[in-house]
């Protein structure tokens, strides 16, 4: 049967640098100690930036990113330059040279990124030197280096999905066709209008967390601003199935390209783990306030926080791309049934007609990391402050946890109480649809719920609420009495 969606160039032949045979040794052996003079000279900046506390500065935290970029990006394509000269095998896989090609990308963007910071830097250091450090703050130099690496990882992986879309590496499954939600055509249009209403509600409410925080700055906080990064990570999460469903029930038209179901694919890999890695940075959060109060400013820095967002996204990233590259791998056949509202992976592999038992580990493996371990930090957490609290059992101490953990405990709950049925029940034949609407319940309905959830139970939240309408109508007020 033929692979139907990888190229039948299985591998690729790199011609190497243009130089004569008998030369191959002398330019093996320089290039050999300049690669090896990169990675020394590299790492030993970093350690001595590092180790040395005078040189903790805006200006040497991008030279140290800069000097870990540049070993990743020599790294990249010179030890399997080296090993075609020593080997004179100057053949490359498919699924190597995308690789290569990625991660290329992501690295040469990384520099541009960061010699642009840099140039910022010395900018405030020499047009501002006195608010240089009000300027370069901590949280601004992690931010800029965060937004380098999304930047990059971004470019690098729109290139990989548009190079696999070349005609040489399609599919005779040009796209798939979705199954949509288990309900019958009459019950189309009221699913619609709940569905509807339901996203409406999970922009508005998550939009409206978000500004609240941004306002009020009572919430700026570590416990809020991670708040507020969960709830934008709510709104994409369901923007990435819940329109494409709506347009589905509206069309009746089920059918989307593969690029398309990839991309969408790869993007709610990226939103679910993200809320995993959220999810488990706001239960150390609640530990730290609880179990270390009066430490609780000095160790929840802001450095920390933006720290752990940053690594947030960059896990996630990893994650959704190598599922992506993976299943860019194998091959479909006819069928081309998605039993699913969305671009399901566990799908989309019941589909293909190759070895699907590489993809299948990387599930089990990932999952384990990425769902298990997090649910597993957030239960020690806990259990560190439930034995807290029961150290000096008092009715005011037990409120106080409660009114601080309670909200996130509830959206705990519901999250991975939904994804441990989805994911540690596997479906059957004839519970697929059970399946379709746990996914619902984690799709649609759980970020639908978190603003409510936070605001209803949250004091804080409440009186920034208030605060806000306050503001509204007496804004409205001033406008009237102009008129």
């Known amino acids: ?136 703050r901590e949280g601004l130099c992690i931010l800029l280096v965060t937004g380098s690496w999304l930047l990059s990882c971004a470019s690098a992986m729109s290139h990989t999905l548009l190079f696999a879309q070349l005609p040489e590496n399609q599919s005779s499954v040009s796209h798939f066709l979705l199954r949509g939600l288990p309900i019958r055509p009459e019950q189309q249009g009221a699913f619609f209008a709940l569905f509807l209403a339901m996203y409406l509600t999970t922009v508005l409410g998550n939009l409206l967390i978000i500004l609240l925080i941004r306002l009020d700055a009572r919430l700026h906080t570590p416990m809020y601003f991670f708040l507020s990064h969960l709830a934008c990570s709510d709104i994409c999460f369901s923007s990435v199935t819940v329109p ?141 402050v439930g034995a807290t609290i029961l150290k000096v059992p008092s009715t005011k101490g037990i409120c106080k946890a409660l009114s601080t953990c309670g909200s996130h405990l509830t959206v705990v709950s519901l999250y991975y109480g939904t994804i441990i049925w989805l994911y540690l029940f596997p479906s059957s034949n004839t519970s697929s649809d059970n399946n379709i609407i746990a996914s619902v319940m984690y799709t649609v309905v759980t970020p639908m719920l978190n603003p409510f959830i936070y605001s209803l139970r949250n004091r804080d939240m409440k009186g920034a609420l208030e605060k806000l309408i306050n503001r509204a109508t007496v804004l409205c007020h001033d406008v009237r009495s102009s008129l």
Not at 33 to 42: C, E, P, Q, R
Not at 319 to 336: E, G, P, V
Request: a negative charge; glycine letters at 4%; charged letters at 10%.
């Open 244 to 384: 494409k469903m709506l347009m589905d029930m509206l069309t009746q038209d089920q059918s989307i390209p593969y690029a398309g179901c990839v991309t969408q694919m790869y993007f709610f890999i990226i939103f679910a783990a993200l809320d995993n890695f959220l999810l488990t940075s706001m239960a150390y959060d609640r530990y730290v306030a609880i179990c270390h109060p009066l430490h609780y400013m000095t160790i929840m820095r802001e450095g920390l926080c933006i720290l752990l967002v940053t690594g947030s996204w960059l896990l996630s990233c990893a994650c959704a791309l190598s599922h992506t590259l993976l299943l860019a791998q194998l091959a479909f056949c006819d069928d081309n049934i998605i039993a699913h509202f969305y671009c399901d992976l566990g799908a989309l592999l019941k589909l293909s007609c190759s070895d699907t038992s590489l993809n299948e580990l990387l599930i089990f493996t990932l999952g384990l990391a990425g769902i298990t371990l997090p649910l597993i930090c957030i239960l020690i957490s806990y259990g560190r």
């Open 1 to 136: 049967m033929r692979p139907e969606n990888q190229s039948s160039v299985s591998h690729f032949l790199l011609r190497g640098l243009p130089i004569w045979p008998e030369q191959q040794g002398a330019f093996f052996a320089l290039f050999l100690a300049m690669y090896l003079t990169t990675v020394l000279g590299n790492l030993l900046l970093i350690l001595l930036i590092r180790l040395d506390a005078r040189l903790h500065t805006p200006m040497y935290f991008f030279l140290s990113h800069l000097a870990c970029s540049d070993i990743c990006f020599s790294s990249v394509t010179v030890p399997k330059m080296l090993v075609n000269m020593q080997t004179q095998d100057q053949s490359i896989p498919y699924a190597g040279c995308v690789t290569q090609m990625y991660f290329f990308i992501v690295f040469t963007a990384l520099d541009n990124f960061l010699l642009t910071s840099m140039a910022y830097d010395r900018f405030v250091a020499i047009c501002h030197p006195l608010h240089y450090m009000t300027i370069m």
